[in-house]
Antibody
Framework: EVLLQQSGAELVRPGSSVKISCKAS????????MHWVKQRPEQGLVWIGR????????VYAEKFKSKATLTADKSSNTAYMQLSSLTSEDTATYFC?????WGQGTLVTVSS | DIVMTQTPLSLSVAIGQSASISCKSS???????????LNWVFQSPGQSPKRLIY???KLDSGVPDRFSGTGSETDFTLKISRVEAEDLGVYYC?????????FGSGTKLEIK
């Protein structure tokens, strides 16, 4: 069974960074790109970018190029997304997805 | 960026009736390989999104055949025949032909 298990909710201070994880199981991790999607409260879905776990190549949406950093660890079948210089605009649920499969989402709340 | 315009923003449908959602892209989604990467993604309340349809009309595994997708180039339609209570939620079209991937604003389906 394919599973994408994301790390738990985070409460972080403005200006700080956060790193969330997405552990994949049930398939060959390096065979599929991992995408990340943002959803602000009561709003729609926004694509952040994707990583090729086989070689670490990344593609970002322009607006996230200085905000998000995607990495992948083949040894642990885990994808990561680091978000930096956090503001209230970054308060959202973040999903990792292989499109056919989605993680459960990680809520990041930015508040002082 | 390709703009995806969905209509209507919401619709109310009785159980057993059909529903139709339109999605228009700001440019053709036909990629250089001849394929059209138009997906339909569904999100029920409080849940992670789930892809229903990919490449315009191909149903993901486990998706009932009450769902169908049609269209080409810039005009696409998701049809749900015989709506069931479990279909309530938000439907998004999403293009994967060109980076950045972009979503429509969503159509909220309510059960009348």
């Amino acid at each position: 069974e394919v599973l994408l298990q994301q790390s738990g909710a985070e409460l972080v201070r403005p200006g700080s960074s956060v790193k969330i994880s997405c552990k994949a199981s049930g398939y060959t991790f390096t065979d599929y790109y991992m995408h990340w999607v943002k959803q602000r409260p009561e709003q729609g879905l926004v694509w952040i970018g994707r990583i090729n776990p086989a070689n670490g190549n990344t593609v970002y949406a322009e607006k996230f190029k200085s905000k998000a950093t995607l990495t992948a660890d083949k040894s642990s079948n885990t994808a990561y997304m680091q978000l930096s210089s956090l503001t209230s605009e970054d308060t959202a649920t973040y999903f990792c997805t292989r499109w056919t499969y989605w993680g459960q989402g990680t809520l990041v709340t930015v508040s002082s | 960026d390709i703009v995806m315009t969905q209509t209507p923003l919401s619709l109310s449908v009785a159980i057993g009736q059909s529903a139709s959602i339109s999605c228009k892209s700001s440019q053709s989604l036909k990629y250089s390989d001849g394929k059209t990467y138009l997906n339909w993604v569904f999100q029920s309340p409080g849940q992670s999104p789930k892809r229903l349809i990919y490449q315009v009309s191909k149903l993901d595994s486990g998706v009932p055949d009450r769902f169908s997708g049609t269209g080409s180039e810039t005009d696409f339609t998701l049809k749900i025949s015989r709506v069931e209570a479990e279909d309530l939620g938000v439907y998004y079209c999403c293009q994967g032909s060109y980076s950045p991937l972009t979503f429509g604003s969503g159509t909220k389906l309510e059960i009348k």
